[in-house]
């Protein structure tokens, strides 16, 4: 991999997860029109798996019902239960603790990285430490001078299954991009995280009314969400972690809570405090030492 196509791989990165910090205002829209988090999931997934499948529709299943297995994994761990544990958790706990959980899910898909591919991939001590350098920006960033946490076991557990769950999707990337291409894998995603999520409705039934659908914002937030920030995104994100590989393309999630609070001061007004800035140049020195030879 030459340095120019490196550098290019890790633009998508920063781009992908540049626009996921930005679709907590097109759920909060859609939450304040009466869509439940798990409504919006199912039909942004939904929209993307229709949109995917008339791109890319000559190959239906993988080459065995193995690797079928993985795929249905993966639109669990990146897609149902990441979205409905990540979500369910701001219900008993804060969105500051619900963050710094799922966002330290780089920190283990390192550490499972290094205990399932021992041979293969080794992270040596200073890649370790840019990485928790990186890592403690995001808590600086994430906390922003406010360092004062409540701890809630279900909201924390569910949080730290959300983080968990991204850590698996990202480190079972892996054996998969190696056979099969990113717009296969992430269709599949799709179509196992819509279908994964259905036994939700079982338990918590119900549908938002027609009429919230003649709604402009509801559908344009809807279109952003299916369309850019889970078709797009995704494949870009897919594509980067068969291209960077896991250690360094799951780096960028410690960004998320930075373009988060860069579109909140853009469009909220919020203030950007010198806790953001010395937080961010963290994680951007941590980011830059752990991407020094790391293999995974």
Request: aromatic content about 14%; proline content about 3%.
């Amino acid at each position: 991999m030459n340095r120019n196509s490196n550098l290019f791989y890790h633009l998508v990165a920063f781009l992908t997860v540049a626009i996921w910090g930005t679709t907590f205002v097109s759920t909060k829209v859609l939450m304040l029109n009466g869509l439940s988090p798990a409504q919006i999931f199912t039909m942004r997934f939904s929209i993307a798996y229709v949109l995917m499948l008339a791109f890319n529709h000559r190959r239906i299943f993988a080459d065995s019902w193995k690797d079928e297995a993985k795929m249905m994994l993966l639109g669990i761990t990146g897609g149902s239960l990441y979205f409905l544990s990540e979500n369910e958790a701001m219900n008993f706990t804060t969105t500051t603790n619900t963050s710094l959980i799922v966002c330290s899910c780089p920190l283990f898909a390192t550490l499972l990285v290094r205990l399932v591919y021992r041979d293969s991939a080794r992270i040596n001590l200073i890649q370790i430490l840019g990485s928790l350098l990186a890592f403690m920006g995001m808590i600086i960033v994430v906390l922003n001078g406010r360092f004062v946490l409540h701890l809630s076991p279900v909201g924390d557990a569910l949080a730290f299954t959300a983080c968990m769950c991204w850590a698996i999707y990202s480190l079972m990337m892996k054996s998969v991009t190696e056979k099969y291409s990113a717009a296969f894998i992430t269709r599949k995603v799709f179509f196992y995280g819509v279908l994964t999520i259905l036994p939700y409705y079982l338990i918590i039934p119900g549908f938002p009314s027609c009429e919230v659908f003649t709604k402009p914002q509801v559908i344009g937030n809807l279109l952003f969400l299916g369309c850019l920030a889970s078709m797009i995104c995704f494949l870009t994100w897919n594509w980067c972690l068969s291209k960077l590989g896991t250690v360094k393309a799951t780096n960028w999630v410690y960004f998320n809570p930075i373009t988060t609070m860069i579109f909140a001061s853009w469009i909220l007004d919020e203030k950007i405090t010198p806790y953001f800035l010395i937080g961010a140049t963290c994680i951007l020195i941590g980011m830059y030492v752990a991407d020094k030879k790391t293999v995974a």
